[in-house]
């Protein structure tokens, strides 16, 4: 599997993006997570999606970000609403063990 993000840049304390993780495999026949890492800190566990189950997201993220597919597009989505600086970070997607070579977001007025 191959995977793609696209989507971040540069955003004000409040606003909102939507990232982009193209796959080219089949989205959901395999569970597919976002996770970020911010400088100087890990990598952290945003939020998780798989076939048939509602997504699970981490309690930072809880109620502001929401992830989503679509099978024709062989994609998957995290929307990203009233960001803050402390989500400025790298944002990767993941499946099965495989990353994206991640996309920059950057919170900031």
């Known amino acids: 599997v191959h995977l793609v993000e696209s989507g971040g840049g540069l955003v004000q304390p409040g606003g909102s993006l939507r990232l982009s993780c193209a796959t080219s495999?089949?989205?959901?026949?395999?569970?597919m997570a976002w996770y970020r890492q911010a400088p100087g800190k890990e990598r952290e566990f945003i939020a998780l999606?798989?076939?048939?189950?509602?997504?699970n997201y981490a309690d930072s993220v809880k109620g502001r970000f929401s992830v989503s597919g679509d099978n024709a597009k062989n994609t998957i989505y995290l929307q990203m609403n009233n960001l803050e600086p402390e989500d400025t970070a790298v944002y990767y997607c993941?499946?099965?063990?495989?990353w994206g070579q991640g996309t920059l977001v950057t919170v900031a007025s």
């Open positions: 495999g089949s989205i959901f026949s395999a569970p």
């Open positions: 999606i798989g076939s048939g189950d509602k997504p």
């Open positions: 993941e499946s099965l063990g495989v």
